[in-house]
């Protein structure tokens, strides 16, 4: 599904190269749970932000899916990256002006997906995270754990096959973290969503079925 | 989707409620304010628009070498030159001054009135103008001895009963006349050409009516009493004209003296094509500028307001950008959502604006004495101006914001990087600036302004004020023993214990001459000489005494002087500056040098101390100072006590000795104050318009420091932490905004002194513009602003860093 070929990103400060990222090469096959690890600083969120195309490589090749990331303009890539992944931000980032319910359906209106198909997507994810209750609170009225779920379901509205989530259970206590983690695992087991996550927590990365450490910009090889 | 924009711009303004308050109050006090002005600027604009044939109508102009104007005709000329020249269809005459006097019915004892709005017009009044007519016909305005008369007077005269037909007595300077009502008329507010009564020009051909009065003769071309209107073939080069009528005019008799007939466009009549036109007009094209371009100000001080704190709220929104990018938005669908917001919050301004339109519109006609409403705006086509204005600048604001808040990054966004207000901090500082500068300014044309009124109001004139009351004289009943009466009255009036003193005059100081003439000479005047102009004032020998305006030379009039018939005298006194007009170096000298006025030899047996006989808004003119006894004007100087029980007592004489008259007073000093009334209308409006821009100014202040201190939050904090005080913090946080101020003072400082040094220029009395003022306006300024920001920073400053660091 993904293939990283030599990619590296690097910022320049007073002529010097810090690199962010250094000949990274990775291949994640769909329906893989890969879990980023590494301290702080080692380019976790960068890696994970290229593979989104938040952010572009410097130097390398990067194939999603069969597509040439790396040799992309812009507006192809968020064609891309709209259609086939969701994302899970460590902040929620819900925006606080919507309901649960408009905040999960966001993402629709921006694939003009029709009123009524659209009624029933989020009548399903809601049902599916058992949130029918909660459907018109806003975000500031619900528990962490609670707003996390409502920002999965968002990044699951669009039936993305890759799922990115940067540090999903960070503000999260270990129980509400728990049950996140549980609900991606049945994600990638039973609905078949690649996931890649990055995290710190050793528990959590045992989740997925595959661990890359990352130190200074480079993955770490076990040895 | 747009419903749902629609919902969430809704909820977005319903969220941050002090935000959504600043924002559309700002923009709805200066929507309120521009709508205003604008019926203002669209009466003044739609004047004598009802007027069906404006487009070849001229008025006929006075130009003399000097390059000044004057309406005022001769009435021979307009029936010679229809005669002469085939372009002109018709011509209309009319006057407004020489007619004024006591109107009463033709019935016993009906009450009697001083009309001061009623002259003489063509015969063709009704036809030449669009003027409706209620009642009557208007072909017999034709007749000598008509009088029409307007709605609210004709219900004066005769209530209920019907009007035309009726009789009514003018006793005026033409003495006793008859007149027959031929009609009701209707003068719409926005008519230049106002009366309550009309009469018919005709009654004048008549000699019996004119009362020895030969210079109002229709056929004469020697003195200049009337407006003449003329209407010319369409296709009519006026300036052809003009050089026509002028050389008819030099042809026919009159000595060569340099003036010049100049056609005025009716179109024109109310408001000059355009600031260099110099023809006279009844309303200032130049005022209508100048309030026009407060108004845009001051409307773009509200839409500076709602740029500055929409995009000030970029920090909030980011993250929502961020998001809603990530989820798949376009930047377009995201300008469009922004859009959407920034249009209801431009709706509800108005809306609000219209309300508060509503409830100003009482004090604002008030300050302009005008009965204006909104549906002026409609009356010309200043309402598509205003429209389209408040269109584009809703839809520029609009889109300049949701094009600046779409165009983050998302990952910028989302990783909080976005640390201060953002990209847009720099067009956000020129703003401020601006709005102050403009604040400023305005502020300091305040002050100007109320300085010179102050000035104005309280310069030594030269002439005592105080207690001075002028009684108008008698016009109805002057038969064969008015003279004695008028003798007796004084007299009677001087024995009063609360007269202090007396005096009879055709003029008084503040009112205008008894008229203006030229031809004086002295045997060493020089060529050209005899055209400068002398005001002529009629007073008796008790005139000086009773103002206190003293003599510098020579004696007053003796009391056996101004009982000499008007031909016969040959004294006069003159003012200083008649002494100098006639070339005189010392006052002295023309009291032993004979004087010329045309053929008349007259000697000079005194010199006045100049004094402002006219207001301040005027330089003092040379004058010539005539002895009769004239019953124009009673002028009586009061001891101090009351002043109601002093009036009845005159009053008591008055009815007593000049029975049918009306008795109308005035004091000197509130008719000085009343001539000043368009500066105090510039004051007022003036302190209006600057409070409101500062109010709104400091709005947008009060929503920037808002959104300054929630963006540093987190930085006030870690200096709390490190051991600031509440006063470090609050300097850190005013620092920027005082100097942006200061930036704003020192590009209004110049502006405003170039714009009041042209307006003082007006003045020949006016103030020095000091340093000071400027110095006020900016610490007014700075202090309105420090209160503003100080309130929020202390609030930062005092609150809990361990909270504000925590919720980060």
């Known amino acids: 599904m993904i293939t990283l070929e030599h990619i590296s990103k690097w910022v320049t400060t007073a002529g010097l190269r810090t690199f962010l990222l250094k000949d990274i090469n990775l291949t994640i096959k769909e329906g893989e749970f890969v879990s980023i690890m590494g301290p702080s600083g080692s380019g976790k969120s960068t890696l994970l932000n290229v593979i989104g195309m938040l952010d572009d490589a410097d130097e390398g090749k990067y194939d999603f899916m069969g597509n040439q990331v790396h040799s992309m303009k812009e507006k192809q890539r968020s064609q891309l990256y709209k259609q086939y992944i969701g994302f899970v931000f460590q902040a929620y980032h819900l925006i606080d002006e919507l309901t649960v319910y408009e905040n999960i359906e966001t993402p629709l209106l921006y694939q003009d997906t029709k009123s009524t198909e659209r009624k029933a997507m989020v009548g399903d994810m809601l049902d599916r995270f058992q949130m029918v209750g909660k459907k018109d609170l806003f975000p500031t009225q619900l528990s962490g754990g609670q707003q996390q779920l409502v920002g999965i379901a968002r990044a699951l509205i669009s039936s993305p096959k890759l799922i990115l989530a940067d540090e999903p259970t960070g503000n999260l206590n270990s129980r509400q973290g728990e049950e996140i983690m549980e609900l991606f695992k049945k994600l990638n087991e039973e609905d078949g969503v690649t996931i890649i996550q990055v995290t710190h927590s050793e528990k959590n990365a045992a989740y997925g079925n595959r661990i890359i450490h990352l130190l200074d910009g480079r993955i770490e090889h076990p040895r | 989707m747009f419903y749902h924009n629609l919902k969430l711009a809704f909820r977005t303004l319903l969220r941050n409620k002090i935000y959504s308050l600043v924002n559309i109050g700002g923009l709805a006090l200066g929507i309120a304010v521009f ?370 808040l779409s165009g983050f990054n998302p990952i910028v966004t989302l990783r909080n990087r976005l640390t201060r207000s953002g990209s847009g901090s720099r067009i956000r500082k020129t703003l401020v600036v601006t709005q102050f500068a403009i604040s400023i300014a305005l502020i300091i044309g305040t002050v100007l302004i109320y300085q010179q009124l102050r000035y104005l109001q309280e310069k030594n004139i030269g002439v005592t004020k105080a207690q001075m009351l002028i009684v108008r004289g008698p016009e109805a009943g002057k038969d064969s023993s008015f003279n004695q009466r008028q003798v007796a009255f004084l007299q009677m009036l001087s024995r009063y214990p609360f007269v202090e003193d007396y005096a009879g005059s055709g003029t008084y100081p503040g009112g205008w001459y008894n008229f203006v003439t030229s031809g004086f000479t002295q045997p060493g005047s020089l060529k050209g000489d005899e055209f400068k102009s002398y005001a002529f004032a009629i007073i008796d020998e008790r005139y000086l005494p009773a103002f206190e305006i003293p003599l510098v030379a020579g004696r007053n009039f003796r009391p056996e002087e101004t009982g000499i018939p008007w031909d016969k005298n040959n004294k006069v006194l003159l003012n200083e500056t008649a002494v100098a007009a006639l070339g005189f170096k010392n006052p002295d000298d023309v009291l032993h040098t004979p004087v010329q006025w045309d053929e008349r030899a007259l000697q000079v047996i005194g010199v006045v101390k100049d004094y402002n006989h006219a207001n301040l808004k005027k330089t003092i003119m040379p004058m010539i100072f005539y002895p009769q006894n004239s019953s124009a004007y009673c002028c009586i100087r009061l001891a101090s006590g009351s002043v109601s029980q002093h009036i009845a007592g005159v009053e008591k004489l008055y009815k007593q000795y000049f029975p049918g008259n009306p008795f109308e007073y005035f004091f000197l000093d509130e008719n000085y104050q009343r001539q000043y009334a368009a500066e105090k209308q510039y004051g007022q409006l003036f302190t209006a318009a600057s409070v409101w821009a500062v109010i709104i100014a400091c709005l947008g202040l009060f929503g920037l420091t808002t959104f300054t201190v929630t963006s540093r939050t987190k930085e006030i904090g870690i200096r709390k932490v490190l051991g600031a005080s509440v006063l470090d913090i609050t300097q850190l946080l005013s620092r920027d905004f005082l100097l942006l101020v200061g930036i704003a003072a020192l590009i209004a400082f110049p502006v405003a002194w170039w714009a009041m040094q042209r307006w003082l220029q007006d003045f020949p009395y006016r103030i020095n513009i000091s340093w000071w003022v400027f110095a006020l306006a900016a610490v007014i300024a700075s202090v309105i602003a420090l209160i503003t920001i100080g309130f929020q920073s202390v609030r930062a400053a005092l609150s809990n860093p361990v909270k504000n660091l925590r919720t980060e």
């Open chain 2, 35 to 404: 709508l205003l002005l604008l019926e203002y600027v669209s009466f003044e604009r739609s004047f004598n628009n009802f007027q069906e044939n404006a487009g070849n109508t001229y008025r006929l102009l006075n130009e003399d070498q000097k390059n000044s104007f004057w309406p005022e005709i001769e009435p021979g000329w307009a029936p010679r030159a229809k005669e002469k020249f085939p372009a002109i269809i018709d011509y209309c005459r009319l006057e407004s001054d020489v007619a004024k006097g006591i109107l009463q019915r033709n019935t016993g004892n009906a009450p009697a009135f001083r009309e001061t709005s009623i002259g003489f017009a063509e015969g063709n009044f009704f036809e030449f103008f669009s003027f409706p007519l209620l009642k009557g016909n208007a072909a017999s305005f034709h007749a000598p001895n008509t009088i029409f008369l307007s709605a609210g007077s004709a219900e004066k005269y005769f209530g209920n009963e019907e009007p035309v037909g009726q009789q009514l007595i003018l006793s005026n300077q033409f003495g006793k006349t008859i007149y027959q009502v031929g009609g009701v008329f209707e003068i719409p507010a926005n008519s230049d050409i106002r009366y309550d009564q009309v009469l018919s020009l005709e009654t004048l051909r008549n000699p019996a009516n004119l009362n020895g009065n030969d210079w109002a003769a229709l056929e004469n071309t020697g003195s200049q009493y009337l407006q003449t209107y003329l209407r010319l073939t369409p296709g009519t080069t006026p300036e052809l004209l003009e050089t026509k009528l002028t050389a008819l005019r030099n042809e026919v008799g009159k000595e060569n003296d340099g003036v010049r007939f100049r056609l005025q466009s009716f179109q024109h009549l109310h408001l000059a094509a355009s600031l260099n036109d110099s023809f006279p007009t009844a309303g200032n094209i130049k005022y209508l500028y100048i309030l026009s371009l407060i108004s845009v100000l001051i409307l773009l001080i509200a839409w500076f307001n709602y740029v500055n704190l929409s995009t000030a709220q970029a920090l909030k929104k980011a993250n929502e950008v961020g998001v809603r990018k990530i989820a798949g938005a376009s930047r377009l669908s995201l300008i469009g959502q922004f859009l959407v917001e920034a249009m209801l919050v431009n709706l509800l301004g108005f809306v609000i604006a219209l309300l508060l339109v509503y409830f100003l519109q009482p004090l604002f006609n008030s300050v302009m004495a005008l009965k204006l409403s909104p549906a002026d705006i409609l009356s010309s086509s200043a309402w598509m101006f205003g429209s389209g204005l408040l269109l584009a600048g809703s839809l520029l604001t609009g889109t300049y914001t949701a094009f600046a």
